[in-house]
């Protein structure tokens, strides 16, 4: 996906978690109810390139949904519609995250592949409603289909139908192609403005109705505003008249401060997990710190602890 986009997307993974249940029942056809627990796993993936180094890559989300049974997907959003290597970035997603809870028993490896699909924010007339990854071997084919979901083809009703509201910060790329024509003429820019009034209207209902709460009220409204600066960066006029619509600079609140100190404890644990994965595979705690980024002293802290309970 574009940089430019991931900060929403992402945001509205783990700050909404619950909101992709409606995705999911969209996307692959299940019947989860909305209340259903949305586990969020970690987004670094290791992969190991041709030249046998190893890099992190970061998923757009990768989540489990616990219901009768403990299912595990993986969605990217990909706003560029003729980005050849999207199917090579699935596929190394994929396994890796498979490898991430894999099992070895009785000589044998166990994988299990997350059901993934594609969310494009914009697409062509030869854009599929179906991506697929073909594994060969001498004798036997695994096709796997990836669905495709277009977003432009979502109005506001079948959004709100459906209540697939993870969908409105992207909404604003049906207008994307009128954009100059809204800039320039305030009577159409109202066409936008109005919509955005709709989303808003439409929110607040839903929040005083208790189907929604706070933080997932604010999350959407924040990311909206986020992605119309992105998509509207060379439209002032659309920036400025978004900005009053949608409530002026980005709020903080008390339900998300709450929900983000906790949230902090999850990812500060990953990050150990990660840490001792890597250096569990005797790779030297310089390169472990450069891979993730961190101070190194964080790093020789958690291998002391390592060496400690050898």
């Known amino acids: 996906m574009d940089h430019a986009y991931d900060n929403a997307f992402r945001t509205m993974e783990m700050d909404c978690p619950k909101l992709l249940i409606p995705v999911v029942n969209e996307v692959f056809h299940e019947n989860y109810p909305l209340d259903s627990t949305v586990e969020i796993l970690p987004n670094e993936q290791m992969i190991t390139t041709p030249e046998d180094e190893q890099i992190i890559r970061v998923t757009d989300s990768n989540f489990m949904v616990i219901g009768n049974q403990r299912n595990k997907y993986h969605i990217e959003c990909e706003s560029n519609p003729k980005n050849n290597e999207l199917l090579i970035r699935m596929f190394e997603y994929d396994m890796q995250i498979a490898l991430n809870s894999a099992v070895i028993k009785d000589y044998k490896l166990y994988v299990k592949i997350p059901k993934s699909a594609v969310i494009y924010l914009r697409y062509s007339k030869d854009t599929p409603d179906s991506l697929y990854m073909v594994i060969q071997d001498e004798e036997n084919e695994l096709t796997r289909e990836i669905p495709v979901i277009k977003i432009q083809k979502y109005s506001l009703d079948v959004i709100f139908e459906k209540h697939l509201l993870f969908f409105l910060p992207f909404y604003v790329f049906i207008h994307e192609r ?127 602890s390592m060496l400690a309970l050898n």
């Open 178 to 304: 009128e954009l100059s024509v809204y800039n320039k003429d305030k009577e159409k820019r109202n066409i936008l403005m109005n919509e955005y009034k709709y989303i808003f209207h439409r929110l607040e209902e839903l929040y005083q109705a208790g189907e929604i709460d706070e933080r997932e009220l604010q999350c959407i409204i924040t990311s909206a505003r986020e992605v119309l600066r992105m998509i509207a960066k060379k439209y002032r006029k659309i920036v400025e008249e978004g900005e009053r619509v949608m409530g002026g600079e980005l709020l903080d609140y008390p339900a998300k401060r709450s929900y983000r100190e906790g949230m902090s404890v999850g990812i500060e644990k990953e990050q150990e997990n990660t840490i001792r994965k890597l250096l569990s595979k005797h790779l030297p705690v310089e390169e472990v710190a450069d891979l993730l980024d961190l101070d190194i002293n964080k790093v020789k802290e958690i291998e002391k």
